[in-house]
């Protein structure tokens, strides 16, 4: 990655993306624009090593933002990012991710890929989440970006033998793979990734909508 290059430009608008988004209800966009470009220019000053500078400069206006809002007396808890990834992308963490994004009301930045995506979910799956009251999120299966790695809180590995990717914190999930399994098996599925995708949000401090009973009472059966 060069200085300037389309690729090296592509990341920092990435960057400039995804803290506008994590931090809209804290700071304006001039604001953090205003900060990335000041990281920025400290960042390539050096010019050493481009292709680290977008990761750098995502991780220190983060932080910078964050010591501003301490100080103004701000809120000081971004949105959290969460990627979910699974071998193909077409059950597991197409429905956790959606799942995440439903239960949390939309106070987590969720995607999902795969390690090996086989380009079509699995046919249940939309079902299964409309039951709940659930929109599929993105029905697209993509594969692990490298981008989305570095941006993520936490990573969420569902049923994967090994771990192709890092971030922050990992997570492994073992769940049942509901490719070619039928609508009953891939219901189950779905009850344990919610359990799971709970769970998830408790521990990251965000509210979960009430779900009065559960979704998994209300879903038709």
Same mark, same amino acid.
């Given at each position: !990655?060069?200085?300037? #290059? ?5 990341? !920092? *608008? ?6 506008? /988004?994590? &931090?809209?209800?804290? &700071? ?18 050096? +010019? ?15 932080? /910078?933002?964050?010591?501003? @809002? ?6 000081? #808890? ?14 597991? #963490?197409? !429905?956790?991710?959606?799942? @995440? *994004?439903?239960? =949390?009301? +939309? ?6 890929? +795969?390690?090996?995506?086989?380009? @079509?979910?699995?046919?249940? $799956?939309?079902?299964?989440? =409309? ?10 299966? =993509? ?6 790695? %570095? @941006? $993520? ?9 090994? =771990?192709?990717?890092? +971030? ?7 769940? /049942? %793979? ?26 990251? /401090?965000? $509210? ?6 559960? !979704?998994?009472? $209300?879903?038709?059966?």
């Amino acid at each position: !990655m060069e200085l300037l #290059s389309k690729v090296y430009e592509h990341a !920092m *608008e990435r960057v400039l993306r995804t803290l506008t /988004e994590r &931090f809209k209800d804290r &700071f304006g966009p001039d604001e953090v624009a205003q900060v990335v470009a000041h990281g920025r220019r400290e960042l390539e000053a050096t +010019g050493r090593h481009p292709e680290f500078i977008p990761v750098l400069l995502e991780h220190w206006a983060r932080d /910078e933002l964050l010591a501003t @809002a301490r100080a103004e007396g701000r809120p000081v #808890s971004p949105l959290p990012k969460v990627l979910f990834v699974c071998e193909h992308n077409e059950g597991r #963490s197409q !429905m956790a991710a959606s799942l @995440a *994004e439903h239960l =949390s009301g +939309g106070h987590v930045l969720v995607r999902s890929a +795969g390690v090996h995506p086989t380009g @079509a979910l699995n046919p249940h $799956a939309g079902r299964v989440l =409309s039951e709940r009251g659930v929109d599929l999120q993105h029905p697209v299966p =993509s594969p692990v970006n490298e981008d989305a790695v %570095d @941006a $993520a809180d936490v990573v969420v590995l569902i049923g994967c033998l090994s =771990s192709p990717v890092a +971030g922050r914190r990992t997570v492994h999930w073992d769940v /049942e %793979d509901p490719h070619g399994q039928d609508l009953g098996t891939v219901r189950h599925v779905a009850d344990v990734l919610e359990t799971r995708v709970r769970e998830l949000l408790s521990e990251l /401090e965000v $509210a979960i909508l009430d779900r009065s009973p559960s !979704m998994v009472e $209300a879903a038709a059966r």
